[in-house]
């Protein structure tokens, strides 16, 4: 195995305490090195990521390490007196964790070079359990403050900590979170990264009003504001937060990525250097046997060919907001803007609202990180007839928005949404992004407001649903992946939904016909099971497939038609408790169909990596396959 070629036994191993607020020439001369080398690990260990092709989030860990390694020497100078965990808001920051971890031994540092790597327990937010010396899960932001409450007032007489962002306090749950600490005096003490900086750009710009420190003094918190990277200038806030009974915020303002050049004070710093940018800064160190790793390091490739499926892919997720500005660029200037409203939850690129941002600025709202309050305003304004509102964000996501979804359903809102990264391909992010429960937006009455969940296939169909649907009435949800999709084939090779292809929602579509059984899915596993029905054909199985791409709505004719098949199989990517299969079933007993039945589905936590999660879970195309034999046997 090749060693990891950053020292990590120079890391200085002092003790502090808090009761001393000022650093000797000694200490500070530590913590500063300790800083330096941890800064140039977590560079070196995140670009091993993005040298394989599944990303990974250098900013947030490498701005954050001036904290955490005072909370270190402070855990060790008087472990008694902490829960010493680095609670993280910002999962994404994980690269800390993994850090901490090798240098507490936990695991080896040579782990670090496999960072979100598929099968090596280093997905790309912390998961208890799975990595060792990782302490706690933490995957959506404002999610960790209100929990380390908890922990604070499970331990008492402890001082409990949890680093915390600019862009996490914009979530709701941290406004609850502060009065709870406040008004039970919870000494839990947070520690805020203030970058200014967000995934969709700098908060003080799309913003406009909110100030973390305002806000948090306006809960009744202590506030402590200063220059994270001023070592001794943080050092003094953190102990006169410890000495300060109950809650304070101590606010660090730094710029992203201060000393890398090309990142520093950049959105783009958010998410991993690039293979580049880590050379340039490594060479600077003159970390030459890092460099040398990092360019003989390649990602790993799915060779698989899958049949009935084209070499040419498309981005649903972008395809989504291409097909959006084409239906807007129907109407007038004015009836845009009286009677569409797009809102962002700071993920306008990944959701395919930036090609609606850029092309009709007027009917855009950057929101910020706050999905509840910005579905609402969405679906508010699609209050009156005629009025449209458009929301999106990250499919694990829409958990958190329940709760609004019923109230847009019992407003009778107009309200159109896009919940990419659905399902598991593509998610080095792992678990906790996963967006499997997506099923849940289904979650009115037989005689409520129309509510329709729609996950089309590939490009083609995605523009033709966001066409056939745009103007509809009632709650839409339409679902993408992360991940691009190949354009699907006809028996014949040409485009399934190409030409003049028209998306009838409700409607099932037959694929392939088969006498033998009917497999039953949408989204990403079409391509999947397609493959699979094509090689199965080519054993003498005469396998069908249909594509069930409006998730919610029975089709009753289709019912008929594969109710009378000797078996059906749905499967998915979505969550197998919670997912379509979960309820096919029941709905062909209803009626009185008794095919043999089974369903696949997500049903194991992640395993990190890209298209390796679909394998994971065993439901890609050797996994449906072996299924239908067994069924067929």
């Given at each position: 195995?090749?060693?990891?070629?950053?020292?990590?036994?120079?890391?200085?191993?002092?003790?502090?305490?808090?009761?001393?607020?000022?650093?000797?020439?000694?200490?500070?001369?530590?913590?500063?090195?300790?800083?330096?080398?941890?800064?140039?690990?977590?560079?070196?260990?995140?670009?091993?990521?993005?040298?394989?092709?599944?990303?990974?989030?250098?900013?947030?860990?490498?701005?954050?390490?001036?904290?955490?390694?005072?909370?270190?020497?402070?855990?060790?100078?008087?472990?008694?007196?902490?829960?010493?965990?680095?609670?993280?808001?910002?999962?994404?920051?994980?690269?800390?964790?993994?850090?901490?971890?090798?240098?507490?031994?936990?695991?080896?540092?040579e782990q670090l070079m496999h960072y979100r790597e598929a099968h090596?327990?280093?997905?790309?937010?912390?998961?208890?359990?799975?990595?060792?010396?990782?302490?706690?899960?933490?995957?959506?932001?404002?999610?960790?403050?209100?929990?380390?409450?908890?922990?604070?007032?499970?331990?008492?007489?402890?001082?409990?900590?949890?680093?915390?962002?600019?862009?996490?306090?914009?979530?709701?749950?941290?406004?609850?979170?502060?009065?709870?600490?406040?008004?039970?005096?919870?000494?839990?003490?947070?520690?805020?990264?203030?970058?200014?900086?967000?995934?969709?750009?700098?908060?003080?710009?799309?913003?406009?009003?909110?100030?973390?420190?305002?806000?948090?003094?306006?809960?009744?918190?202590?506030?402590?504001?200063?220059?994270?990277?001023?070592?001794?200038?943080?050092?003094?806030?953190?102990?006169?937060?410890?000495?300060?009974?109950?809650?304070?915020?101590?606010?660090?303002?730094?710029?992203?990525?201060?000393?890398?050049?090309?990142?520093?004070?950049?959105?783009?710093?958010?998410?991993?250097?690039?293979?580049?940018?880590?050379?340039?800064?490594?060479?600077?160190?003159?970390?030459?046997?890092?460099?040398?790793?990092?360019?003989?390091?390649?990602?790993?490739?799915?060779?698989?060919?899958?049949?009935?499926?084209?070499?040419?892919?498309?981005?649903?997720?972008?395809?989504?907001?291409?097909?959006?500005?084409?239906?807007?660029?129907?109407?007038?200037?004015?009836?845009?803007?009286?009677?569409?409203?797009?809102?962002?939850?700071?993920?306008?690129?990944?959701?395919?609202?930036?090609?609606?941002?850029?092309?009709?600025?007027?009917?855009?709202?950057?929101?910020?990180?706050?999905?509840?309050?910005?579905?609402s305003a969405a679906a508010g304004f699609g209050m009156a007839e005629?009025?449209?509102?458009?929301?999106?964000?990250?499919?694990?996501?829409?958990?958190?928005?329940?709760?609004?979804?019923?109230?847009?359903?019992?407003?009778?809102?107009?309200?159109?949404?896009?919940?990419?990264?659905?399902?598991?391909?593509?998610m080095a992010d792992n678990t906790c992004h996963f967006g499997m429960?997506?099923?849940?937006?289904?979650?009115?009455?037989?005689?409520?407001?129309?509510?329709?969940?729609?996950?089309?296939?590939?490009?083609?169909?995605?523009?033709?649903?966001?066409?056939?649907?745009?103007?509809?009435?009632?709650?839409?949800?339409?679902?993408?992946?992360?991940?691009?999709?190949?354009?699907?084939?006809?028996?014949?090779?040409?485009?399934?939904?190409?030409?003049?292809?028209?998306?009838?929602?409700?409607?099932?579509?037959?694929?392939?016909?088969?006498?033998?059984?009917?497999?039953?899915?949408?989204?990403?596993?079409?391509?999947?099971?397609?493959?699979?029905?094509?090689?199965?054909?080519?054993?003498?199985?005469?396998?069908?497939?249909?594509?069930?791409?409006?998730?919610?709505?029975?089709?009753?004719?289709?019912?008929?038609?594969?109710?009378?098949?000797?078996?059906?199989?749905?499967?998915?990517?979505?969550?197998?408790?919670?997912?379509?299969?979960?309820?096919?079933?029941?709905?062909?007993?209803?009626?009185?169909?008794?095919?043999?039945?089974?369903?696949?589905?997500?049903?194991?936590?992640?395993?990190?990596?890209?298209?390796?999660?679909?394998?994971?879970?065993?439901?890609?195309?050797?996994?449906?396959?072996?299924?239908?034999?067994?069924?067929?046997?």
């Amino acid at each position: 195995m090749t060693s990891f070629p950053i020292d990590l036994g120079a890391y200085q191993r002092i003790s502090l305490d808090a009761s001393n607020p000022t650093l000797t020439d000694e200490q500070r001369n530590a913590l500063k090195a300790n800083i330096q080398l941890c800064r140039d690990a977590i560079v070196f260990f995140t670009a091993t990521g993005a040298a394989r092709g599944v990303g990974g989030h250098t900013g947030g860990p490498y701005d954050t390490v001036p904290e955490v390694v005072i909370l270190d020497a402070l855990f060790r100078g008087k472990p008694d007196a902490y829960v010493p965990i680095y609670f993280d808001e910002a999962g994404h920051r994980v690269g800390t964790q993994y850090l901490m971890a090798a240098l507490a031994g936990d695991i080896p540092a040579e782990q670090l070079m496999h960072y979100r790597e598929a099968h090596h327990d280093l997905p790309g937010h912390p998961e208890l359990g799975l990595t060792p010396g990782v302490k706690f899960s933490s995957g959506r932001l404002g999610h960790m403050w209100p929990y380390v409450n908890g922990v604070a007032l499970a331990n008492p007489g402890k001082t409990a900590f949890c680093l915390g962002s600019d862009g996490a306090q914009q979530e709701g749950n941290d406004a609850e979170a502060a009065r709870l600490a406040v008004a039970q005096h919870i000494n839990v003490k947070l520690l805020i990264d203030d970058n200014d900086v967000t995934i969709a750009g700098h908060p003080s710009e799309y913003l406009g009003g909110f100030n973390v420190r305002k806000t948090l003094e306006g809960h009744g918190l202590k506030v402590l504001e200063g220059d994270g990277e001023d070592v001794d200038g943080l050092y003094t806030r953190i102990c006169e937060a410890i000495n300060t009974p109950g809650p304070v915020a101590v606010i660090n303002k730094r710029p992203m990525c201060p000393g890398i050049e090309g990142l520093e004070g950049s959105n783009h710093g958010h998410d991993v250097i690039s293979v580049k940018g880590a050379i340039q800064y490594l060479e600077s160190k003159g970390l030459t046997e890092a460099v040398e790793i990092l360019k003989g390091i390649s990602g790993r490739k799915n060779d698989y060919t899958f049949l009935g499926a084209s070499d040419k892919q498309g981005s649903n997720r972008n395809v989504f907001g291409e097909a959006v500005v084409e239906v807007l660029g129907t109407m007038s200037e004015e009836d845009r803007k009286n009677n569409v409203l797009v809102v962002d939850s700071d993920l306008e690129g990944s959701c395919g609202l930036t090609q609606i941002r850029k092309a009709h600025p007027e009917v855009f709202i950057s929101g910020g990180i706050m999905e509840r309050g910005n579905i609402s305003a969405a679906a508010g304004f699609g209050m009156a007839e005629g009025k449209q509102g458009i929301f999106a964000t990250f499919s694990a996501f829409l958990e958190m928005c329940i709760s609004e979804i019923t109230m847009a359903r019992l407003n009778r809102s107009n309200l159109l949404c896009h919940f990419s990264h659905a399902g598991i391909d593509d998610m080095a992010d792992n678990t906790c992004h996963f967006g499997m429960n997506n099923m849940f937006a289904d979650n009115g009455l037989d005689d409520g407001y129309e509510t329709r969940l729609y996950f089309p296939a590939d490009a083609n169909q995605m523009r033709a649903c966001v066409k056939a649907v745009f103007h509809n009435p009632g709650l839409r949800f339409i679902f993408s992946t992360r991940s691009k999709v190949p354009i699907l084939l006809n028996s014949e090779g040409g485009e399934l939904f190409g030409g003049d292809y028209t998306f009838t929602p409700g409607k099932d579509e037959v694929l392939r016909e088969g006498s033998a059984g009917y497999i039953v899915t949408y989204g990403d596993s079409v391509y999947r099971a397609l493959d699979a029905v094509e090689r199965l054909k080519q054993e003498g199985l005469d396998v069908g497939l249909i594509n069930k791409a409006t998730l919610n709505v029975v089709d009753e004719e289709m019912m008929a038609k594969i109710g009378k098949a000797p078996f059906v199989l749905v499967t998915e990517a979505f969550n197998r408790r919670t997912g379509l299969g979960s309820r096919f079933g029941t709905w062909l007993l209803e009626r009185g169909y008794t095919p043999k039945y089974a369903h696949m589905g997500t049903h194991h936590e992640g395993s990190g990596g890209l298209w390796e999660q679909y394998e994971h879970q065993n439901i890609g195309s050797p996994g449906i396959m072996a299924k239908v034999k067994e069924l067929v046997g």
